[in-house]
């Protein structure tokens, strides 16, 4: 039986959203956002287990955050987003799952059937990740002023969990190391591997200002 392990990424600082407190560990709705996300892949049964990547200094946030949940020890990340998953990675290398979902710990609204749709695509592709067409018109734009409009035919806004075959999304990420890639998908891309897309959801919003908290709250 193929194993798949969830890699949750909670090691930023969120200093976006402002307030003393990364995002990952404020409460929506009386639950933290980082316990909100580890129960929706802990419940899932296409996911084996769920490892947790968080900063060196929130040690007493993510045990605070998760208290009565059963999970092995959190994963030290590093500087960047990148070098946080590559970090994760390397440490599950030693028992090594068949695949890896890795999930920005700030996207607390996955639903099982957008989990089950990266998972069906990997049986056939070395990546998949979720996404949704562009509807609004874009603009590109230099000091405020509108230079063009950009064609939005073929362009898709990314989500997460972006689901790899572990091998392929590890050796990428090894390859790929001090470079700056603003997604896995981005990573395996650079080192010639194919990513597909699956249907995504609108629902499955990245908590990343104050008013994304906000409308979070309602959902």
Do not use: W
């Not at 999970?71 to 970090?87: F, K, M, N």
């Not at 919003?205 to 008013?211: M, R, S």
């Amino acid at each position: 039986m193929s194993k798949t392990i969830a890699l949750i990424v909670a090691a930023g600082r969120g200093h976006r959203l402002g307030g003393a407190l990364p995002k990952q560990y404020l409460p929506l709705a009386g639950i933290t956002v980082l316990r909100r996300t580890v129960q929706l892949f802990q419940a899932h049964p296409g996911i084996q287990q769920v490892r947790v990547v968080i900063h060196p200094d929130d040690a007493l946030l993510y045990a605070e955050a998760l208290n009565g949940i059963d999970l092995p020890a959190p994963i030290h990340g590093g500087a960047t987003r990148q070098d946080s998953v590559r970090l994760g990675l390397e440490a599950l290398a030693a028992d090594a799952p068949d695949s890896v979902l890795i999930q920005d710990a700030a996207r607390p609204f996955a639903d099982a059937a957008l989990i089950d749709r990266v998972l069906d695509a990997l049986a056939d592709h070395p990546g998949a990740i979720p996404a949704i067409a562009v509807a609004d018109t874009l603009k590109r734009a230099i000091d405020g002023r509108i230079e063009t409009t950009v064609p939005r035919t073929g362009l898709y806004r990314a989500q997460t969990p972006q689901g790899f075959r572990f091998a392929d999304i590890l050796a990428a990420h090894r390859a790929c190391a001090g470079q700056e890639l603003t997604d896995d998908a981005s990573v395996l891309e650079a080192a010639g591997q194919t990513v597909v897309l699956v249907e995504g959801a609108e629902a499955n919003v990245k908590i990343t200002t104050a008013e994304d908290m906000m409308r979070a709250e309602t959902l």
